[in-house]
């Protein structure tokens, strides 16, 4: 769930639209040319590269969220990668170009919100994509468009699911549809905030209270002499028993006070810290 714009000089030449489902990004000569470099938009394995009539060289990635990222119209021969090619995000890919049927240089970037490359299954780029701080915007493009930006702050980590993950909506509540599930550990970052429902993206909405400013560390019961290692209500021995853990059980450590690992970030379950590797 984390996109950057796949160049650094970001220039709308035409919107996100019914007859268009897709950004064409432009270019200036004080920002790398015609030619400028692109980058991919997040982390994935390149599923797609081919000469297109339509869309000249063509390149798509399969990103670890399930989202597929397309970039078309790339100078011949500038291609970085091939098929089932690992990329992180900001990897060059290629270079902005002029191939397929085109008026001029230009990125047609479009998004999938999953593996099925038809025109319904597309996402408009200008509110899922992040603008970082080290990319230009172009003056009238900002003045007409609203970007999200990428900010440090606003970063979390989802802790706390059980292994089927977190539900995603659509809404800010649990009548709305679960469009996507996150795991333990997923970063996210919180554009908004809504009687605790927290956005992550265009429609996607996580309920705040999985939501961690640290990553949770993981920790291996071990050691026990006597199981199960008592679960505890309180950071002391006269807390309430609440659980019980055994050799081996693997644990999230949220936050510790003295000998004592809180191993939860919505109820109070805490472990003496010495049975925990
Ligand atoms: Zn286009």
Redesign the pocket.
């Known amino acids: 769930m984390f996109t950057r714009y796949p160049i650094n000089y970001i220039k709308i030449n035409?919107p996100y639209q019914e007859s268009?489902k897709?950004l064409?990004l432009g270019w200036s000569d004080n920002y790398g040319g015609k030619n400028q470099p692109i980058f991919a938009c997040d982390a994935g394995k390149v599923i797609y590269k081919y000469k297109q009539t339509k869309g000249g060289n063509t390149i798509r990635i399969l990103h670890d969220d399930g989202k597929v990222s397309e970039y078309?119209h790339m100078q011949d021969g500038s291609v970085l990668v091939n098929v089932n090619d690992r990329v992180n995000l900001g990897d060059k890919i290629g270079n902005m170009g002029n191939t397929g049927v085109v008026t001029g240089f230009h990125l047609?970037f479009a998004l999938y919100k999953s593996n099925t490359i038809k025109e319904s299954n597309k996402l408009n780029p200008l509110t899922n994509v992040y603008v970082y701080d080290d990319q230009v915007i172009d003056p009238n493009t900002k003045n007409k468009y609203n970007f999200i930006y990428y900010n440090d702050k606003n970063v979390k980590y989802i802790y706390n699911v059980d292994d089927e993950g977190l539900n995603v909506r659509s809404g800010p509540g649990t009548q709305y549809n679960i469009i996507n599930r996150l795991q333990t550990s997923s970063k996210v970052n919180v554009l908004d905030n809504k009687n605790n429902w927290s956005k992550i993206a265009d429609n996607s909405w996580v309920s705040s209270k999985y939501l961690s400013n640290d990553i949770p560390k993981y920790k291996t019961v071990s050691g026990v002499t006597s199981e199960p290692l008592n679960v505890r209500n309180k950071a002391s021995i006269l807390g309430k028993k609440v659980g019980k853990l055994f050799n081996g059980d693997r644990v999230q450590v949220y936050k510790t006070k003295g000998s004592w690992s809180k191993v939860s970030n919505v109820s109070e379950r805490w472990v003496s810290s010495k049975y925990l590797k």
């Open positions: 035409q268009h897709a064409d078309a047609h």
